[in-house]
């Protein structure tokens, strides 16, 4: 799939992308360590990523999909507006979370949020695009799709001359992004948690 062909994920189609984003992250070492319980793990799952999907709708407005059917998804926040503050994230939902995750992961969810928030805030500059959420299905990964799907908002990075920004709980994603421009900030691990990466890209060009 061509750069050019990803496109905006409209509002109807956002059920289709959470189930998407779920079969996608249903695995991440972050996950499992938030939420260890497969059963709980399969209600809390769809719900975060309904509350993710329904606040870049509402407040940010770059979210991108494939054409056609949705086989992945690129939530980014703007520049100006990448922590997400919490009276928006109420509006949308958080309140929920205890219940949803149960108090144990919820607890262990805040505790990894306000980490890598705080690496984030310390790291980046008020201006920058941050991938909040990339997910491609099982089944079309390794394809270019995810590529696809943040290709229009590094190439608007790169006209605005700003730089990009993200974390992620998977050794193999540091070498796809790396090939798409960014380098590794902080490489460490969750206290008795699994390793975490963030990473920023420079604009090119």
Known sequence: MPASQATTLQAGQRSDAVKVLTRAFWDDPMVEYVIPDEGRRRSALPWFFQLT?????????SPYTTPGRVEGAAL???PGETIAPPTRMIRVGLLKAPFKLGLSSFLRFMSVTNKLEHLHKRDMPPDHWYLWVLGVDPERQGQGVGGSL??????RADRERLPCYLE??????????KKHGFDVVVDDTVKDGPRYWTMRREPIG
């Open 76 to 78: 980014w926040l703007p």
């Open 168 to 177: 992620t709980m998977k050794e193999r994603n540091v070498t796809f992004y």
């Open 150 to 155: 943040i290709a229009p908002t590094l190439e």
């Open 53 to 61: 999907t329904s606040y870049v709708h509402r407040f940010a407005g």
